[in-house]
């Protein structure tokens, strides 16, 4: 069974590895939270995917930035400073004495409910911050094989309906978006703008190849991707047309190349859309070249 952008190698190391949930060590199977956690009871919270190469989090600050600026539009008191964390997430890993194909789900949430409702005002506890963190190297032939998308109805909202870049615990027109897509026979969904444009994928960023341009979406309906933005900065870099604009369906049909991005897979090539094969239908060398961009630059940051 395929899983995607985020299909994995399974790794019997899992079944030892310390979640560390408000500070504790616990093993993963006692790694839990309340009934009462505004998390689990009602999606109230932000998260972050981290990725470990070298030792080190890819990209940490912008990861912790991210993760501020959702916390203060949910005005949650993380409790915490950027550089607690930071140390919060280095024993995490040191403990565990994790280096390499790492992925770190970090969680956080408003906390505990004294009672099940929605009020704020009703939080009797600080903060709930869980980092877990698995051995998790992404399946080598995500870099190579194709992915296929279906275009689903779910769209991405407005902002002053359920602002799409907040990374919020709350994935339910996402989790719908997959499920259309799986039903469909294909890995992901792509999902559109309230006005049909394309917008991203249930969760990946989109990117199509045109006569030698990188497109993606205007950026006002979707996340705002870490790797997404890196892409765009290496093609920049790199003398690379990049593009954010408003584009419809017909454009991705007739392209020459798609891919999606995201922490855990990096770069994955798209090969068909609603059944139509883009382009030749393969890895097309602007994906296999920015792959290597890519790599280098997180080698870069974590290394260099």
């Known amino acids: 069974m395929s899983y995607g952008s985020h299909a994995y190698v399974p790794d019997a190391r899992n079944e030892s590895v310390l979640f560390n949930v408000n500070g504790k060590m616990l ?98 506890s600080d903060a709930t911050i869980v980092i877990a963190p698995e051995y998790k190297k992404a399946d080598p032939e995500t870099a190579r094989r194709p992915l296929s998308l279906y275009t689903v109805s779910v769209r991405r909202g407005r902002a002053d309906v359920q602002d799409p870049g907040l990374n919020s615990h709350s994935k339910i027109n996402c989790i719908t978006a997959c499920i259309q897509a799986i039903k469909a026979g294909a890995d992901e969904g792509l999902m559109l703008d309230p006005q049909g444009f394309v917008a991203t994928c249930n969760s990946t960023h989109f990117f199509v190849v045109r006569k030698g341009e990188v497109w993606t979406s205007s950026g006002d309906y979707c996340l705002g991707g870490i790797t997404r933005g890196k892409i765009i900065d290496l093609c920049r870099a790199n003398d690379i047309p990049v593009f954010q604009k408003n584009f419809s369906l017909m454009k991705c049909y007739s392209a020459d190349e798609a891919f999606t991005t995201g922490t855990f897979a990096g770069l994955a090539p798209v090969g068909e859309i609603d059944g139509r094969k883009i382009g030749s239908g393969k890895r097309g060398p602007m994906v296999e070249r920015l792959q290597k961009l890519y790599m280098e630059h997180i080698h870069k940051d974590t290394v260099g």
């Not at 993760?67 to 964390?85: T, V």
């Open 27 to 124: 093993p993963r199977e006692k790694a839990v939270v309340n009934v009462f956690d505004s998390g689990f009871m009602l999606g109230d919270g932000v998260w972050e995917g981290l990725r470990v190469h070298n030792g080190k989090v890819a990209f940490l600050q912008d990861h912790l930035d991210r993760l501020w600026e959702g916390a203060a539009a949910l005005d949650i008191d993380i409790g915490l400073s950027q550089a607690e964390l930071s140390a919060r997430i280095e024993a995490t890993l040191a403990i565990n004495n994790m280096h390499e194909d790492v992925h770190i789900r970090l969680m956080l949430t408003r906390g505990l409910r004294s009672t099940p409702y929605q009020d704020p005002r009703v939080i009797i």
